[in-house]
């Protein structure tokens, strides 16, 4: 079982950024990703990284402005979040799955942080 423990997010305005943090500990796990989910909405991917850090991938809406890294010395996921939108309020998650290659589909990860908000102001 893997622990996954999230920091970082609040509120902060459009155009601002913010740096999510995931720390993991428990047994090994390969592939990482972010979500979201905003109120009435199904859970969003937003992007992913393999198990070596070599491959990362990104849902649309955050290309070019979100950024996925991990540091496995800390056993931890960062969410760099830039040029931030109005569009981007929701609760952010951390995952851990237990494949090899970037994964996108929430069933491909079997471990969840406890979710954080994020609000941007207009």
């Known amino acids: 079982q893997v622990q996954l423990v999230q920091s970082g997010g609040g509120l902060v305005q459009a155009g601002g950024s913010l740096r999510l943090s995931c720390a993991a500990s428990g047994r090994t796990f390969y592939v990482m990703g972010w979500f979201r989910q905003a109120p009435g909405q199904e859970r969003e991917f937003l992007a992913g990284?393999?198990?070596?850090?070599?491959?990362?991938a990104y849902g649309d809406s955050v290309k070019g402005r979100f950024t996925i890294s991990r540091d496995d010395a800390k056993n931890t996921l960062y969410l760099q979040m830039n040029s931030l939108k109005p569009e981007d309020t929701a609760v952010y998650y951390c995952?851990?799955?237990?494949?090899?290659?970037?994964?996108?589909?929430?069933?491909?990860?079997?471990?969840w942080g406890q979710g954080t908000q994020v609000t941007v102001s207009s």
């Open positions: 995952s851990a799955g237990a494949g090899l290659s970037v994964a996108y589909s929430t069933t491909e990860y079997h471990s």
């Open positions: 990284i393999n198990w070596a850090g070599s491959r990362t």
